[in-house]
């Protein structure tokens, strides 16, 4: 085989598993999220405007289950081991939205202080019953789950020679499941979501975002107004 035929070959089977992995049409994956009620939604328009942003470093740190994720040794890492970069880049993405700070090296020149999030992720024990349940006898358990999540965040801002910012939003408890969930009607913004193709990482970081977001938004909504 040419060189040519062989890389179209490998062409046509890298797009053949795109496709594969684009599909997310099983009736069981959920695809909707909801808040809790009342949960006030915010928006990145809604902070108020600065002429130049904070210049921060960031730091995230993120406990799944009550554990830290593993991203050395390489020959370690879980296969969740992503999902601790996409958050970081998320707060970073979430942050800058709010006109308020701007991230920067650690060893920045002109970097004025330092954002430290903390944040925990955990389903919720009722879940993981459900999950069980109708794994040892799915004829017996046809419903479709609901996937529950308790997360919790404390943001902190520490500036030079400015006495220490800390703040903790009010969500903290988040919801996917179906377009027929009987619980979606105790809920608020109800919203579809979809990504690019189905794996763990993209699964966990889109229906993780809404959320993730919410959280950011309210712990600076605490914070601008003590801001320089």
């Known amino acids: 085989m040419t060189t040519k035929k062989t890389l179209l070959a ?7 598993l795109a496709l594969s992995g684009c599909a997310y049409d099983h009736k069981d ?36 289950e009550g554990r830290p994720i593993v991203t050395e040794p390489f020959e370690k890492r879980p296969a969740d081991w992503r999902e601790q970069y996409g958050l970081w880049f998320a707060t970073e993405r979430y942050l800058e939205q709010t006109g308020l700070f701007k991230i920067v090296k650690a060893d920045a020149e002109d970097r004025q202080g330092e954002v430290v999030v903390d944040l925990s992720r955990e389903m919720d024990p009722k879940t993981k019953t459900a999950i069980e349940a109708k794994k040892a006898d799915p004829e017996n358990h046809p419903e479709k789950i609901v ?55 993209d699964f966990h970081t889109e229906f993780v975002r809404r959320f993730y977001k919410q959280m950011v938004f309210e712990s600076v909504k605490q914070l601008e107004n003590k801001l320089p």
């Open 10 to 16: 490998a062409s046509i089977c890298a797009f053949s």
């Open 29 to 64: 994956y959920p695809r909707e999220s909801w808040f809790v009620q009342p949960t006030t939604v915010i928006e990145a328009y809604q902070f108020k405007k600065v002429e130049e942003p904070l210049k921060v470093s960031l730091v995230v740190n993120y406990l799944w």
């Open 147 to 201: 996937y529950e999540y308790d997360m919790t965040m404390k943001m902190t801002v520490q500036l030079k020679d400015k006495p220490e910012l800390e703040a903790t939003p009010t969500t903290d408890h988040m919801f996917i499941g179906h377009e027929d969930s009987k619980e979606k009607e105790l809920g608020q913004d109800p919203k579809r979501f979809t990504f690019s193709y189905f794996n763990n990482m």
